[in-house]
Structure formats: structure tokens, C-alpha cells
Nanobody, 129 residues
Framework: QVQLAESGGGLVQAGGSLRLSCAAS????????MGWFRQAPGKEREFVAA????????WYADSVQGRFTISADNAKNTIYLQMNSLKPDDTAVYFC??????????????????????WGQGTQVTVSS
């Protein structure tokens, strides 16, 4: 059974940093992709970042480009989301997601939740002003 376990959320002041982790268990996604989405209260779930395992290619939403970095530890089957210069608008529940399709060609492809069949339970990130 595949499980994605997120950790690292919390409360931080605007301008601060947090690092989220997502450990996958039950299988690997060596030819696939893992990513992060977020959902703020009253809003739809939105794409944040994605990373393809086979070549390390990454994509980001415009709203986080230059502030967030997605990375991975292959040996631990874990991905990370380093979030810097946080803003109150970044407040949301952050979800880790995984899928087997590592051959998408752009971020618009990976911004679609249906590319990711596997999801974590989410971790809350709150940025105070």
C-alpha cells in the first residue's frame, strides 16, 4: 500500500522559511513524478511544484517561482519543499502527491491533479503578517 507522509508544516512570520518533507513508502516512483499542491480555505487545490525522478527536472507555479525549491533524496524516497520569503498568501494545507507519469513536457501538464493518483493527508502552513 502506497503511503505519502508529509511533515514540516507550522506557523511562521512573513518573510520566514519552512521546509516540508514527504516520505513515500510502499513503492518507489523512479520513472514517475512527485509534487506539491496546496489548498487555502474556500479555494481550489492548486499546483505548487513538481519534480520528475528520472532526470530531476522541476516545475513551479508562478506564485512561488524563485521562493520555493523542490528537491529529493532518492535513497530515502523523499521529496522536500524549501519555502523561503513566505507570505500570508502562502497560508494553506500543503499536499504531497505522486504519480507514474514522468514524461510530461511542461508545468501545465503537471499542474493537473489527475496526473497524481497518490496523495498525502496534508500539512498546515500558516504565515502570519
Amino acid at each position: 500500500q502506497v503511503q505519502l507522509a508529509e511533515s514540516g508544516g507550522g506557523l511562521v512570520q512573513a518573510g520566514g522559511s519552512l521546509r516540508l518533507s514527504c516520505a513515500a513508502s510502499g513503492r518507489t516512483f523512479s520513472s514517475g513524478v512527485m509534487g506539491w499542491f496546496r489548498q487555502a480555505p474556500g479555494k481550489e487545490r492548486e499546483f505548487v511544484a513538481a519534480r520528475v525522478w528520472r532526470n530531476g527536472r522541476t516545475w513551479y507555479a508562478d506564485s512561488v517561482q524563485g521562493r520555493f525549491t523542490i528537491s529529493a533524496d532518492n535513497a530515502k524516497n523523499t521529496i522536500y519543499l524549501q519555502m523561503n520569503s513566505l507570505k500570508p498568501d502562502d497560508t494553506a494545507v500543503y499536499f504531497c502527491a505522486a504519480g507514474d507519469d514522468g514524461y510530461g513536457v511542461d508545468r501545465y501538464y503537471y499542474s493537473r491533479p489527475q496526473v497524481f493518483p497518490y496523495w498525502g493527508q496534508g500539512t498546515q502552513v500558516t504565515v502570519s503578517s
